[in-house]
């Protein structure tokens, strides 16, 4: 199974990146957060 890696870029400017061997269930996953991650609090800005 290949690896992908990817680039969001969030609501503050700044970006997120990871990796996953299953994209389509970590789309999900992310897309399904009705929080902001640790990621967006810690660096927004």
């Known amino acids: 199974m290949a690896g992908y890696t990817y ?5 503050n400017g700044s970006y997120y990146t990871g990796s996953t061997k299953n ?7 992310i897309s399904g957060r009705k929080r ?9 800005g």
């Open 36 to 44: 902001s991650s640790v990621y967006s609090q810690t660096y927004s």
């Open 7 to 11: 680039i969001l870029e969030c609501v």
């Open 23 to 29: 994209l389509e269930v970590r789309l999900k996953t």
